[in-house]
């Protein structure tokens, strides 16, 4: 009985896990068309780019998710913490972020609470398996 428990629970957990990692393509997808936007506001509104962000600009979201993630921290640095980002040293980001449309912003926030939930998901993946390993 516990098994057969076990074995439901392994699949819906994992069937979650999956419809989560396609929403998470799909929102990373129009966050990518969303930055490029937000960039050139930025461009218009506050002046050049930090240099990291325009070094990394052709960095993928699923080829190189940590150089992705460091080109969009002027943007999400503001918007998640109200602090500069470490890779610019312009004190306007803040303002600049908070300005933005929400139409630009909340995805972002959609982002990364599916982000964190995908995380807690495979962990209890994990936990599965290993508990399906002791029965």
């Known amino acids: 009985m516990l098994y057969l428990l076990l074995k439901y629970y392994a699949i819906s957990v994992v069937i ?71 890779w610019s040293n312009n004190e306007r980001d803040i303002e600049f972020v908070e300005k933005l449309p929400a139409t630009l912003v909340k995805s972002f926030f959609f982002e990364r609470t599916l982000t964190r939930s995908l995380g807690i998901m495979l962990l209890f993946c994990s936990s599965i398996i290993f508990l399906d390993k002791l029965c």
């Open 16 to 86: 979650l896990t999956l419809v989560n990692l396609i929403l998470l393509m799909i929102c990373k997808f129009f966050n990518e068309k969303k930055f490029i936007e937000i960039c050139n506001r930025y461009k218009n509104e506050v002046g050049p780019l930090p240099a990291f962000t325009v070094a990394l600009m052709n960095a993928s979201w699923l080829a190189q998710p940590v150089m992705n993630l460091a080109k969009k921290d002027f943007i999400l640095k503001p918007l998640y913490r109200h602090k500069i980002s470490k």
